[in-house]
């Protein structure tokens, strides 16, 4: 079955903590409840999207940089 981790707030979506900085996760890393996956930029405020279920990550459904609406997938877990 098929898990997701949801956007907790609108924003923009970020995999990397900076553009010259490698991506939080990628597809096939493990995940631990609590791991940050992203961010969700908000007015220049940069919000951690923590992990709120365990797994492995399958896809990421939202790209980074990408404009995200509450309660839109960002990540899918196997």
């Known amino acids: 079955m098929t898990k997701q981790i949801l956007s907790p707030l609108p924003g923009t979506f970020y995999r990397r903590p ?20 992203g961010l ?6 940069f919000n951690e999207v923590a ?14 940089e990408e404009p995200v609406m509450a309660g839109q997938p960002l990540v899918e877990l196997g």
């Open 18 to 37: 900076s553009p010259d900085k490698p991506a939080f996760k990628e597809v096939g890393d493990s995940v631990a409840v609590g791991d940050v996956i």
């Open 40 to 45: 969700i930029e908000v007015m220049k405020s």
């Open 51 to 64: 992990a709120d279920q365990a797994g492995t990550i399958t896809a990421f459904p939202a790209d980074d």
